[in-house]
C-alpha cells in the first residue's frame, strides 16, 4: 500500500485485517478515525510503515496485534491522543520510530512501548502531559534514550517503566510529581552512574533498581515522602556508595540494600522511626563495615538483617519491636563490637548471632520474650569476652545459653526469670570476672551455678527466689569479695552456701523465710568477712560451723531466731571477732560442743540457754578473753562431756549457772575464779549426790573457806584442790 487516506472515515476497525501478504505501507492516512481496533491485526508479513496520521484518535486500541515483522515506523502524528496504552505493545520485531506527534494531552502511556524487545531508539516526544507511564518500555531490552530529553516532569505512576531495558543508561532521573517508581528500573543492567535522582513525592520505590547489576554510584538522592523501599537496590552487584536519602516516613525497608556486595553504606544514617519492616535490609552485603546504630522503634519484622555481611566488624545500638529476629547477625565471621541491642518483642532469636566466631563485646541485650532460639542464644561465641545487661525472661531452659563461650570475662547483669532450672549455667566460662547481677526467680535448682566463676570478686544482686538448695552456692567462687542483695526467699538448705570463701567481706541483704531449715557450715572459713545481715532463721534446724572460722566478724547474734536449732555444734568455732553476747537461746539444741571455742576475744555472755543439749564437750574451750557469763543453762549435758567445758578460758571470773544441771564434775582449773566468784557458783547448783568442783590454779584455790566447802557439801560437791 503506497497511499491509503480516508479523510472522513471515523470507524476503520478491521480495516486491513489479516492481509498477511501486506509487506509496506508508505502512506496510512486517517485524520477523522478514533475507533481502530484490529486496525493492522495479524498482518504477520507488514514490515514497515511510513506515515501514519491519526490525528482525531483519542484511545490507542488494538491496531497491531501479531505484527510481529514490523521493523520500522516513520512519522506517527497522534496530536489528540489522551490513552496511548499498549499502542506498540509486543511488536517484537520493532526496532525504531523516526518521528512521533502528540502534545500535552497525552496523559497516559502504560505499556505502549512493552515487550518491543529489539527497540534501540525512540524520538523525544512531547510527554508534558503524562500522568501514567506503567510498563511504558517494559522488556525494550536493547532500547537506549537519553530520558533526560523527555518530559516527565507530571508522570505520577511509574511502576516497571524501564524496567528490563538492559541496554539502557542514566545519568540523571527527575520525576517531581512521581508517586510510585516501583520497579521502574529493575534489571536495567547497562546503568553505571547516577549522578542525581530527584522524586521529591514518591511514595513507592519497591525494587526500583532491583538487579541494576553494573550500577557502582548514585550522587543524590532527593525524596522526602518515601513509604516503601522494600528491595530498592536488591542485588546491585557492583554498587558502592550511595547517599543517605530522607527516610522518616519510610515503613518497608526490607531487602532495600540486599545482595549489595560492594556496597559500603553506613545504614545509620537513615531514620528509621516509622518503619515497620527491616527484614533482610543488608542480607549479604559483604563489604558493609560498620553500622553506626538501627533505632526502628516500630517495626515489627527485622529476621536477617545483616546475614552473611562478612566484613562488618562494628555495630552500634539497635532498637526493634520485631517478634521474628532470626539470623539477624547470622554469618557475619568479622563482628567484634556491637553495642546495645534492644529486642524486647522477639520471640524467636534463632541463629541471632549464628558464625560470629569474632564477636568480643556485646553491650545491653533486651530478648525479655524470646523462646524460639533463645535456649543457645550466645552460643559458639567463642571469642566474646564481655556483655552488657542481660534479659532473657522468656525462656526456661538456659543449659546452653553460653556454651563454646571459653573467654567470656564479664556480665553486667543476667535476668533469667523464666528459668526453671540454672545448672551449671556457666560451667564453660571458667574466665569470668565480672557478674554483677543474676536474677533468676523462677528457678528451683542451682547446682553447680557458679562453680567456675572462681574469678568473680564482687556480685550486687543474686535472685533465686524460687530456690530450694543454696547449698553450696558460692563455695568455688574464691576470689568474690562482697553480696549485695541475695534472695533465697523458698530455700530450705544453705549448708555450706559460702564455705570456704576467704576473701569474702560483706554481704548486704539476705532473704530467707521459714522455709530454712539447714545453715550448716553456711558461712564456714569466711574468715575476712566483717558483716552479714540478720535473716529469717525461725525454722532452722541444723546451725552447725554455721560461723566457724569467721575470725573478722562480730556476729549479731542476738537478731538470729536460734530457738529450733537441734544442731550447734561449732557455730561460733575461732570467732575472733567476736566480743560479747547479750542473749542467746538455743533451747532445743541436743548438740551445742564447741559453740564457742577458741573465741578468743570473747569476753561475756549474758544468758546462753542450752538446757536440751547432751554434748557440751569443750564449750567454751580456748575462750581466753572469757570473763563473765551470767547466766549459763546446760541442764542437759551428759557427764563425759562437763569437764571440759571451761578450758583454758584463764581470764573466767563470773559464772552463774541456771537450770537444775546435776554436775559430776565442775572444772574451773586455770581459771580466773576467785572466792566471791565460787561462792555464786556454789549457791547456782542444784543439790546432787555425789560431784565434784575442780579450782586448782583459781585465786579462790588459796582463798577457800570453810564455809564455802559446807556450802559445797550441801549441794553435795566436794571442792577439789
Same mark, same amino acid.
Given at each position: 500500500?503506497?497511499?491509503?487516506?480516508?479523510?472522513?472515515?471515523?470507524?476503520?476497525?478491521?480495516?486491513?485485517?489479516?492481509?498477511?501478504? #501486506?509487506?509496506?505501507?508508505?502512506?496510512?492516512?486517517?485524520?477523522?478515525?478514533?475507533?481502530? %481496533?484490529?486496525? #493492522? !491485526?495479524?498482518?504477520?508479513?507488514?514490515?514497515?510503515?511510513?506515515?501514519?496520521?491519526?490525528?482525531?484518535?483519542?484511545? @490507542?486500541?488494538?491496531?497491531?496485534?501479531? =505484527?510481529?515483522?514490523?521493523?520500522?515506523?516513520?512519522?506517527?502524528?497522534?496530536?489528540?491522543?489522551?490513552?496511548?496504552?499498549?499502542?506498540? @505493545?509486543?511488536?517484537?520485531?520493532?526496532?525504531?520510530?523516526?518521528?512521533?506527534?502528540?502534545?500535552?494531552? #497525552?496523559?497516559?502511556?502504560?505499556?505502549?512501548?512493552?515487550?518491543?524487545?529489539?527497540?534501540?531508539?525512540?524520538?523525544?516526544?512531547?510527554?508534558?502531559?503524562?500522568?501514567? *507511564?506503567?510498563?511504558?518500555?517494559?522488556?525494550?531490552?536493547?532500547?537506549?534514550?537519553?530520558?533526560?530529553?523527555?518530559?516527565?516532569?507530571?508522570?505520577?505512576?511509574?511502576?516497571?517503566?524501564?524496567?528490563? !531495558?538492559? *541496554?539502557?543508561?542514566?545519568?540523571?532521573?527527575?520525576?517531581?510529581?512521581?508517586?510510585?517508581?516501583?520497579?521502574?528500573?529493575?534489571?536495567?543492567?547497562?546503568?553505571?552512574?547516577?549522578?542525581?535522582?530527584?522524586?521529591?513525592?514518591?511514595?513507592?520505590?519497591?525494587?526500583?533498581?532491583?538487579?541494576?547489576?553494573?550500577?557502582?554510584?548514585?550522587?543524590?538522592?532527593?525524596? +522526602?515522602?518515601? %513509604?516503601?523501599?522494600?528491595?530498592?537496590?536488591?542485588?546491585?552487584?557492583?554498587?558502592?556508595?550511595?547517599?543517605?536519602?530522607?527516610? *522518616?516516613?519510610?515503613? +518497608?525497608?526490607?531487602?532495600?540494600?540486599?545482595?549489595?556486595?560492594?556496597?559500603?553504606?553506613?545504614?545509620?544514617?537513615?531514620?528509621?522511626? @516509622?518503619? #515497620?519492616?527491616?527484614?533482610?535490609? =543488608?542480607?549479604? =552485603?559483604?563489604?558493609?563495615?560498620?553500622?553506626?546504630?538501627?533505632?526502628?522503634?516500630?517495626?515489627?519484622?527485622?529476621? +536477617?538483617?545483616?546475614?552473611?555481611?562478612?566484613?562488618?566488624?562494628?555495630?552500634?545500638?539497635?532498637?526493634?519491636? @520485631?517478634?521474628?529476629?532470626? %539470623?539477624?547477625?547470622?554469618? !557475619?565471621? *568479622?563482628?567484634?563490637?556491637?553495642?546495645?541491642?534492644?529486642?524486647?518483642?522477639?520471640?524467636?532469636?534463632?541463629?541471632?548471632?549464628?558464625?560470629?566466631?569474632?564477636?568480643?563485646?556485646?553491650?545491653?541485650?533486651?530478648? %525479655?520474650?524470646?523462646?524460639?532460639?533463645?535456649?543457645?542464644?550466645?552460643?559458639?561465641?567463642?571469642?566474646?569476652?564481655?556483655?552488657?545487661?542481660?534479659?532473657?525472661?522468656?525462656?526456661?531452659?538456659?543449659?546452653?545459653?553460653?556454651?563454646? =563461650?571459653?573467654?567470656?570475662?564479664?556480665i553486667n547483669e543476667l535476668y533469667l526469670n523464666k528459668a526453671t532450672n540454672v545448672d551449671n549455667l556457666f560451667a564453660n566460662t571458667s574466665n569470668i570476672t565480672t557478674l554483677n547481677t543474676l536474677s533468676a526467680t523462677n528457678a528451683t535448682s542451682c547446682a553447680n551455678l557458679f562453680s567456675k566463676c572462681t574469678g568473680v570478686q564482687t556480685m550486687t544482686n543474686v535472685l533465686l527466689n524460687s530456690v530450694t538448695s543454696a547449698a553450696n552456692l558460692f563455695t568455688r567462687m574464691t576470689s568474690l569479695t562482697s553480696i549485695g542483695t541475695l534472695n533465697i526467699s523458698k530455700a530450705t538448705d544453705c549448708s555450706s552456701m559460702c564455705s570456704g570463701l576467704s576473701n569474702l567481706k560483706t554481704i548486704t541483704t539476705i532473704t530467707t523465710t521459714n522455709s530454712l531449715t539447714n545453715t550448716n557450715s553456711m558461712f564456714k572459713n569466711c574468715t575476712a568477712l566483717t558483716s552479714v545481715p540478720i535473716f529469717n532463721t525461725n525454722q532452722v534446724t541444723n546451725a552447725g560451723s554455721m560461723f566457724e572460722n569467721c575470725t573478722s566478724l562480730n556476729i549479731p547474734i542476738n537478731g538470729f531466731s536460734l530457738t529450733r536449732v537441734l544442731n550447734a555444734s561449732r557455730m561460733f568455732y575461732n570467732c575472733d571477732a567476736l566480743t560479747s553476747v547479750s542473749t542467746i537461746t538455743l533451747a532445743s539444741a541436743t548438740d551445742a560442743s564447741q559453740i564457742f571455742m577458741n573465741a578468743h576475744n570473747l569476753v561475756s555472755i549474758g544468758t546462753l540457754n542450752i538446757q536440751k543439749s547432751t554434748n557440751c564437750n569443750e564449750l567454751f574451750s580456748g575462750c581466753s578473753a572469757l570473763n563473765t557469763i551470767s547466766s549459763l543453762n546446760v541442764s542437759a549435758c551428759d557427764e563425759l562431756n562437763e569437764s571440759n567445758i571451761f578450758n583454758g578460758c584463764l581470764l573466767l571470773k563470773t559464772l552463774v549457772f541456771t537450770g537444775s544441771k546435776q554436775f559430776k564434775i565442775i572444772n574451773l582449773s586455770n581459771t580466773s575464779i576467785d572466792s566471791a566468784s565460787l561462792t555464786v557458783i556454789i549457791d547456782s547448783l542444784d543439790v546432787i549426790n555425789l560431784g565434784e568442783i575442780h579450782i586448782t590454779g583459781t585465786p579462790a584455790y588459796s582463798t577457800l573457806t570453810q564455809a564455802q566447802i559446807n556450802a559445797a557439801a550441801a549441794k553435795g560437791y566436794s571442792v577439789i584442790l
Open positions: 500500500v503506497s497511499n491509503l487516506s480516508m479523510p472522513k472515515a471515523t470507524d476503520v476497525r478491521q480495516l486491513l485485517y489479516t492481509c498477511t501478504k #501486506l509487506k509496506t505501507i508508505t502512506t496510512l492516512n486517517l485524520p477523522k478515525a478514533t475507533s481502530v %481496533n484490529h486496525l #493492522l !491485526c495479524h498482518d504477520n508479513n507488514l514490515t514497515s510503515i511510513n506515515t501514519l496520521n491519526l490525528n482525531a484518535l483519542v484511545t @490507542a486500541q488494538e491496531m497491531f496485534g501479531e =505484527c510481529t515483522a514490523l521493523s520500522t515506523i516513520g512519522t506517527v502524528t497522534i496530536p489528540v491522543m489522551t490513552n496511548a496504552n499498549n499502542m506498540f @505493545a509486543n511488536l517484537t520485531g520493532l526496532t525504531k520510530i523516526t518521528t512521533i506527534n502528540t502534545s500535552s494531552s #497525552l496523559q497516559t502511556a502504560e505499556s505502549m512501548f512493552d515487550g518491543c524487545s529489539n527497540l534501540t531508539s525512540l524520538p523525544v516526544f512531547n510527554c508534558s502531559g503524562l500522568k501514567t *507511564a506503567n510498563k511504558m518500555f517494559l522488556n525494550c531490552e536493547k532500547l537506549n534514550i537519553t530520558i533526560e530529553n523527555f518530559d516527565f516532569g507530571n508522570v505520577i505512576h511509574a511502576e516497571y517503566m524501564f524496567s528490563r !531495558c538492559r *541496554a539502557l543508561t542514566v545519568t540523571n532521573i527527575n520525576f517531581p510529581n512521581v508517586d510510585t517508581c516501583s520497579n521502574a528500573f529493575n534489571n536495567c543492567t547497562s546503568i553505571t552512574t547516577i549522578n542525581s535522582i530527584n522524586i521529591p513525592k514518591c511514595r513507592y520505590v519497591i525494587s526500583m533498581f532491583y538487579q541494576c547489576t553494573s550500577l557502582t554510584t548514585i550522587g543524590s538522592i532527593t525524596a +522526602n515522602n518515601l %513509604n516503601s523501599c522494600a528491595s530498592t537496590f536488591y542485588g546491585c552487584t557492583k554498587l558502592k556508595t550511595i547517599p543517605i536519602f530522607s527516610s *522518616a516516613t519510610v515503613t +518497608n525497608f526490607s531487602y532495600t540494600f540486599a545482595s549489595c556486595p560492594a556496597l559500603t553504606i553506613d545504614i545509620g544514617g537513615f531514620d528509621f522511626s @516509622a518503619c #515497620l519492616n527491616i527484614s533482610n535490609i =543488608c542480607n549479604g =552485603c559483604s563489604s558493609i563495615t560498620q553500622m553506626s546504630n538501627l533505632v526502628a522503634p516500630n517495626s515489627t519484622t527485622a529476621d +536477617n538483617l545483616f546475614v552473611n555481611c562478612t566484613a562488618l566488624k562494628v555495630v552500634g545500638d539497635i532498637q526493634t519491636k @520485631a517478634t521474628n529476629v532470626e %539470623n539477624m547477625f547470622s554469618g !557475619c565471621t *568479622a563482628l567484634t563490637t556491637m553495642d546495645d541491642i534492644d529486642i524486647s518483642n522477639a520471640t524467636n532469636v534463632t541463629n541471632l548471632f549464628n558464625g560470629c566466631k569474632y564477636l568480643i563485646s556485646i553491650g545491653d541485650v533486651n530478648a %525479655n520474650a524470646a523462646t524460639t532460639g533463645a535456649t543457645t542464644l550466645f552460643s559458639g561465641l567463642s571469642s566474646l569476652i564481655t556483655l552488657g545487661t542481660v534479659r532473657v525472661n522468656g525462656i526456661t531452659d538456659v543449659s546452653n545459653l553460653f556454651s563454646g =563461650c571459653s573467654k567470656l570475662k564479664v
